[in-house]
C-alpha cells in the first residue's frame, strides 16, 4: 500500500535558506515508477534546472511540487510550508508554468491575465497595472486584445509566464518554458527572470538546453528514472567537461551506436 505523504505544516512562511525542499517523493503508475524517493534541494534566490532524459520523471515531479499531482508518498516544502497539508498557503507562493498548459480559449490574453490576477485575489487597478508591465517586458502588448485561441505555441508559453508571475510569487516552477519561443524573446524572457532572481525570487525550470542552462543557471539538478543522480552548483556537477557530457554520462552509459553495424552498409 503507499504511504501517505506527511502532513507537517511549518509555523512560518518567513523566506528561508531552502525555498524549496523534497525529500522522499514518490509516485507510482501501476509498476512503473515515475518518481522514485526523489530527495531535492533549491536555495532560495536562484536560477535552478532539473535536467533529465524524456520520461526521467521530471513533469511528474514539477506536477507534485506545485500541487497539481498528488504523490504517493514524502513531503514538499515551499518557502517552509508543506505543499500536501497546507497547499493553499503554501500555492498563494508559487507561480506554474506546466508543461501542458491548459489555457482558456476564448478569452483574449488581457482577460486571461485578468482573471489570473483575480484569482490570485489582487485588486483590479493592481491587476491592470501588472498586466502592462509583464505585457511589455515579455513583449506581448500588441497581442493582448486577441484570443488565447489566436496565439502560436510561444505567445502562449509567454502569457502562460506571465500569468504565473502575476502575482509575484517566491518560487517560480517553469516546465520547458522556452520550448517553441523564438530566440529573440527567449533571450527577452532570460532579462526578466533573471531580474526576478536578482531580486530574490528563485526559478526552477526543466530544459533540454544544456548550453542554455550552463549560461543562466546557478544550480542543476540531473534525474534519471525518477531519482536525482547529481545535483550541486552547475561547476560542481559538471566537474571537468560540459554539463552535455555529464548529462549524457549519467543518462546514457552505454553506447546508443552499439549494435547498429547494419547501418554502415547500405540497401543499394
Known amino acids: 500500500m503507499a504511504a501517505t505523504p506527511a502532513t507537517k505544516t511549518a509555523t512560518s512562511a518567513e523566506p528561508t535558506e531552502d525555498v524549496l525542499v523534497v525529500r522522499g517523493l514518490t509516485r507510482h503508475y501501476g509498476g512503473t515508477h515515475a518518481v522514485d524517493n526523489l530527495d531535492l534541494r533549491v536555495p532560495t534566490g536562484t536560477f535552478s534546472a532539473i535536467v533529465g532524459p524524456n520520461g526521467a520523471g521530471k513533469t511528474t515531479a514539477l506536477s507534485m511540487i506545485t500541487g497539481l499531482l498528488r504523490p504517493d508518498a514524502g513531503e514538499i516544502l515551499v518557502n517552509g510550508v508543506d505543499v500536501w497539508a497546507d497547499p493553499d498557503r503554501a500555492k498563494r507562493t508559487i507561480g506554474a508554468l506546466p508543461d501542458r498548459m491548459r489555457l482558456f480559449e476564448r478569452l483574449t490574453g488581457a482577460q486571461f491575465l485578468h482573471y489570473s490576477g483575480t484569482l490570485r485575489g489582487l485588486s483590479a487597478a493592481t491587476v491592470r497595472t501588472r498586466i502592462a508591465d509583464l505585457a511589455a517586458a515579455i513583449g506581448l502588448t500588441e497581442a493582448l486584445g486577441r484570443l488565447v485561441s489566436d496565439y502560436s505555441v510561444g505567445m502562449r508559453k509567454k502569457v502562460a509566464l506571465a500569468a504565473a508571475l502575476i502575482h509575484s510569487p517566491r518560487l517560480l516552477v517553469l516546465d520547458e518554458p522556452f520550448e517553441s519561443v523564438d530566440p529573440v524573446s527567449v533571450d527577452r524572457l532570460l532579462t526578466l527572470l533573471r531580474n526576478y532572481v536578482d531580486h530574490g525570487g528563485t526559478v526552477v525550470l ?48 552505454t553506447d546508443p551506436a552499439e549494435g547498429l553495424e547494419w547501418l554502415h552498409s547500405f540497401s543499394d
Do not use: W, Y
Open 206 to 253: 526543466s530544459s533540454h538546453g544544456m548550453e542554455l542552462i550552463e549560461r543562466v543557471c546557478d544550480h542543476v539538478s540531473i534525474i534519471v528514472s525518477g531519482t536525482v543522480l547529481a545535483q550541486g552548483t552547475v561547476a560542481e556537477v559538471r566537474g571537468n567537461g560540459t554539463l552535455a557530457e555529464k548529462f549524457a554520462e549519467l543518462s546514457s552509459p
